[in-house]
């Protein structure tokens, strides 16, 4: 059951002039959090923007005890609410409800996990990520951006034990070109017999090119989605995806159905828009 | 302190009912809102068969307010009482159905499947919906429409019928009107007003649509006014709806003349909303010394500002 907290800002890091992550104080949201969930945040009072912002939860801080203290959110300022976001000092309240959603479902060893993230849907992986090394899952990163300077957060994925596949659009570091060539480049490797289960988050055009490679090689694959989302309850019907029902698209909603999907059911020619 | 207002026939414990198409089926939210707690739930809009509704993006904020166009996305109305029905009986809340048809006939249909079950306390007629192209608005754009739907659906069922007005038209009150002389028991108003938004950098619209309805408090004045023009010439209880979020939002409504009031797009911001508007009454009520909160609806004194207009 989500709860509504008006959430202290504890700190709020600028990664560069359009990424930041927002440290909020929110104990009973961090305790009941899940890899892949999200929460809806109003980063202002009033009516302007109105509607509260969907947000993956990108870390569950803890206090001394090791006791879930308040989760952070990564942002990339692209619109009005995410600039008010970036903006935030500490000490700064907004409201933010959560937990909400399908999380992933991390898998065991045998089985391997790759994450496959793209610009900011790098958000989901930190807690994922932590969660498959807590079962002892091999668990690799592989990070997209168009340039090295939008990499961001790297070494924070290291220290929890995840192996990290950087790529960048200009080569500027990692390998050069797309994070799904790299993906499926590793995938030649790999022998099939061998358990590899992809998740992926990133722009849509990435998550379907992750969903048609972890197609033809057969290997399952969960994509976190996003869309413009009204309450984050399913009382809207505003953010659907459209899915394989039957051999029939249909519609669900990413806020209740998802954010995570199998990616084998999304209908991607009709969600590209 | 008493709450409670009366719908016709229908005792609602207070005037709060969660807008149609805001609050999903109403068991979305069970787990975190007591829905025996509001005066009435109307779920989203029901046709007879299932529909898959418009492609996303189905919603845009604007200043104040939101765009929407998620065209009627439903499970039917046998569904609904089959999946969704009992669930709801089960936690005691005062179902309104809403429902949507193409023909005449259609609305009928539907009321009749309806009333064949419990748990069902009203029936609002969709006539009002801005973003289907057939059916609904079509009849709530139309004097003769409106009395067409409400008559026929008054013919089949005993259920309370509460047709929902649109205000993409140039008098509601006349809608009002005709609604009462079909025999409706009672009115809500306003549904969404027309409108939409583009992107200037790529040209398109930003809903798949091309246009969608307006809610939020941005169209909250205008609704009020129009509550107000209807409580001038129909003796029918007033649902009150638009871009309410606050208990002195509610009592504007009621004031203006209305008998109770639906919460919608605000829910989506706050949706523990209801305890905090049943706090704001209940503060106002003992501010004001009020002990019935329905003898609030239609108080409005306009004596003044007449006056002080005929001596300017």
């Not at chain 1, 790297?154 to 659009?169: K, N, S, W």
């Amino acid at each position: 059951m989500p709860v509504d907290v008006d959430a202290a800002v504890i700190s709020n890091t600028r990664l560069s002039e359009d990424y930041c992550v927002v440290a909020l104080s929110a104990p009973a949201i961090a305790a009941l959090a899940r890899p892949g969930q999200f929460v809806m945040v109003k980063p202002a009072r009033g009516t302007d923007p109105l509607l509260r912002r969907p947000f993956s939860i990108f870390e569950v801080l803890r206090d001394k005890a090791g006791a879930p203290a308040g989760i952070s959110l990564l942002n990339k300022r692209v619109g009005t609410g995410t600039r008010l976001l970036y903006d935030l000092e500490a000490g700064a309240r907004v409201a933010c409800l959560g937990p909400l959603g399908r999380p992933f479902e991390p898998v065991d060893p045998p089985a391997r996990a790759w994450m496959i993230a793209g610009g900011v849907g790098l958000a989901p992986f930190l807690t994922l990520g932590e969660a498959l090394s807590a079962r002892g899952t091999d668990t690799t990163l592989f990070y997209g951006a168009r340039t090295a300077s939008e990499l961001y957060c790297v070494d924070r994925f290291e220290r929890a034990g995840i192996r990290v596949f950087l790529t960048t659009e200009d080569g500027g570091r990692g390998g050069k070109g797309f994070v799904t060539a790299a993906v499926q480049g590793q995938l030649d490797l790999t022998p099939s017999g061998e358990p590899v289960h992809l998740y992926a988050c990133g722009p849509t055009p990435m998550m379907r090119a992750a969903a048609a490679v972890a197609a033809s090689y057969g290997r399952p694959c969960d994509v976190s989605l996003e869309q413009v989302m009204g309450c984050g309850l399913g009382g809207c019907y505003s953010c659907v995806v459209p899915v394989w029902d039957d051999a029939k698209p249909h519609f669900e909603r990413s806020c209740i159905d998802g954010p995570v999907f199998d990616a084998s059911r999304i209908a991607w020619e009709a969600l590209a828009h | 302190m008493d709450l409670s207002v009366s719908i016709g026939s229908l005792r609602l414990a207070n005037p709060l009912i969660a807008a149609s198409g805001c609050f999903g089926y109403g068991v979305e939210y069970a787990d975190i809102v007591d829905l025996s707690s509001l005066g009435a739930v109307a779920v989203k809009g029901l046709f007879l068969a299932e529909r898959e509704g418009h492609p996303p993006p189905r919603i845009v904020e604007t200043p104040s307010g939101m765009l929407n166009a998620i065209g009627l996305q439903g499970i039917g109305v046998r569904r609904f009482v089959a999946e969704k029905l009992p669930e709801l009986r089960e936690r005691r809340a005062v179902v309104f159905v809403n429902i949507c048809g193409s023909t005449i006939d259609e609305y009928g249909e539907i009321a009749r499947v309806l009333s064949d079950h419990e748990g069902v306390a009203a029936i609002e007629l969709n006539i009002s919906c801005p973003n289907i192209k057939e059916g609904g608005i079509t009849f709530g754009c139309s004097l003769t429409g409106t009395h067409a739907v409400v008559s026929a659906v008054r013919k089949v069922t005993r259920l309370p019928v509460i047709p929902k007005l649109t205000p993409n038209v140039t008098d509601v009150a006349s809608f009002a009107r005709a609604a009462e002389e079909a025999g409706a028991d009672a009115v809500s108003l306003v549904n969404t007003f027309l409108a939409m938004a583009i992107d200037v950098h790529t040209r398109r619209p930003r809903l798949s649509n091309i246009v969608g309805g307006l809610s939020g408090p941005a169209i909250r004045p205008i609704a009020v006014r129009m509550v107000y023009e209807c409580r001038q010439v129909v003796r029918l209880p007033i649902i009150g709806i638009g871009g309410i979020a606050s208990a002195e939002d509610v009592l504007e409504f009621m004031i203006a003349g209305a008998t109770a009031v639906q919460v919608g797009t605000a829910s989506f911001v706050d949706p523990f909303i209801w305890t905090k508007l049943l706090d704001g009454l209940r503060t106002y009520m003992a501010r004001h010394g009020i002990d019935r909160l329905a003898d609030v609806t239609g108080t409005i004194d306009t004596s003044k500002r007449e006056q002080a207009w005929i001596s300017s």
